[in-house]
């Protein structure tokens, strides 16, 4: 059976709810067309356990979504991984697990109750605030394209009286003719 089998059998359940587990069993080998009538612990697994997000048909995410060891030391982590977005710092995991290893000290959480923030731990914080790392490409976006163009008019400019196979610029490459 689906989850949303199983979902449709809860839903069931609810309609009926004084119908033995082996009358639920048939109802659902007729309705979901089972070659063989699912077994009564199934059933009630299904019934037992629809509550539960990671056997919801209409949850999104079939994760578990367990409780946070130290709440307030993640908090402080997201609020200082997005103000580091902001002032376009850039971060590592590693900087991240340090990071939240600072906190935990300085919230004065005793070492027997800090977590280890292991890169198990850093996939997890990453995946559940929708984290992702980012390509950063050097220096080319730092300038405006004007200042560019004008720093590149100034140096032709300068270098106007010489030769231009004499001329070469830091990487060793001449630069380009306009």
């Known amino acids: 059976m689906s989850l949303e089998d199983k979902h ?6 609810l309609r ?3 119908t033995h587990y082996s009358e639920l069993a048939n109802w659902a080998k007729i309705t979901f067309n089972l070659s063989t009538t699912t077994a009564k612990s199934t059933v009630c697994n299904a019934i037992k356990h629809n509550h539960t997000k990671s056997q919801r048909v209409d949850a999104k995410a079939r994760t578990m979504d367990r409780n946070v ?8 982590i997201v609020e200082w991984v997005l103000r580091c977005e902001e002032l376009g710092v850039c971060i590592t995991g590693e900087l991240i697990r340090k990071q939240a290893t600072t906190i935990a000290i300085e919230l ?24 992702r790392s ?3 490409h050097g220096e080319a976006a730092s300038v405006p394209p004007e200042q ?4 590149h008019k100034k140096v032709l400019h ?8 004499d001329i070469y610029n830091v990487g060793g490459q001449r630069p380009p003719e306009i």
Do not use: C
């Open 16 to 18: 009926r709810p004084h």
């Open 69 to 76: 060891a130290l709440p307030q030391v993640e908090a402080k």
């Open 108 to 131: 004065a959480i005793p070492e027997t109750q800090r977590i280890k923030f292991a890169k198990g731990w850093l996939y997890k914080f990453q995946r559940k605030h929708d984290f």
């Open 134 to 136: 980012m390509i950063q």
């Open 8 to 13: 449709e059998l809860y839903q069931e359940h």
């Open 148 to 151: 560019v163009q004008e720093g």
């Open 158 to 165: 300068e270098t106007s009286g010489y030769n231009s196979s």
